[in-house]
């Protein structure tokens, strides 16, 4: 909304030679995405609080993150219908307690996914995240580990898309930065590491401003400029 304010005060410009003073406020820009908790309030009388993890319109049980082994390892897992939930409940080998009758429907689940997350998260904790989300995913289940920024540089699937590449910096190292945002079917993004402090500095003071030589060399020896 900012960058449309913007725009739009840009293109009065264009048109009537005029500038504009923008006055932004982040509150009101905001203000439109609580429309369906106001609602609910109003037309409900229901008072919007904390969900955790749960699905928002309660259309998935379970649904949240759930431990694993190893140090701060997660899982997260999403059930929608009852064909995903035989698919978990295939995955656990046919564990007891999702035979429980709390669990029989996906009506049931939902209504007892505090009691239904308990269990699952009693289960996952003694698996590796990757090797249980390859084991869910086998069964039909919504499932993927949640990775911390170490696990980004090594996983499969951002290192196929080329997420992440490797550069030679200007200082004579070489760094891990992200590669295009954007890919095209017809063409490659040239993709550089940020620039030494000072790279353009004569470009920009002499060509541009064009500052006289011995002030722009004094400015440097003084540290003025960097």
Not at 5 to 32: C, F, N, P, W
């Amino acid at each position: 909304m900012g960058a449309f304010s913007i725009l739009v005060a840009l293109r009065h410009r264009d048109r009537t030679g005029k500038g504009q003073h923008i006055d932004y406020s982040q509150q009101e820009a905001v203000m439109q995405m609580v429309g369906p908790a106001f609602m609910d309030y109003t037309m409900n009388d229901r008072v919007a609080k904390p969900m955790g993890n749960r699905h928002p319109l309660s259309v998935a049980a379970p649904h949240g993150v759930f431990p694993c082994t190893g140090d701060d390892r997660w899982i997260s897992i999403v059930v929608t219908n009852d064909a995903e939930w035989q698919g978990l409940v295939a995955a656990t080998d046919g564990a007891a307690w999702t035979d429980a009758e709390e669990f029989a429907t996906h009506e049931d689940r939902v209504r007892n996914i505090a009691r239904l997350h308990e269990q699952l998260a009693a289960w996952t904790a003694d698996f590796d995240d990757r090797a249980l989300a390859e084991r869910l995913q086998g069964q039909g289940v919504a499932a993927a580990p949640v990775l911390n920024v170490g696990d980004l540089l090594d996983d499969p699937h951002y290192r196929a898309r080329g997420t992440f590449i490797e550069v030679h910096h200007p200082l004579g190292f070489t760094e891990t930065i992200y590669g295009a945002y954007v890919k095209t079917s017809r063409s490659e993004a040239k993709i550089e590491p940020g620039p030494a402090i000072g790279r353009d500095n004569e470009h920009v003071f002499g060509d541009l401003l064009d500052m006289p030589k011995d002030r722009y060399e004094r400015l440097v020896e003084e540290q003025v400029i960097y």
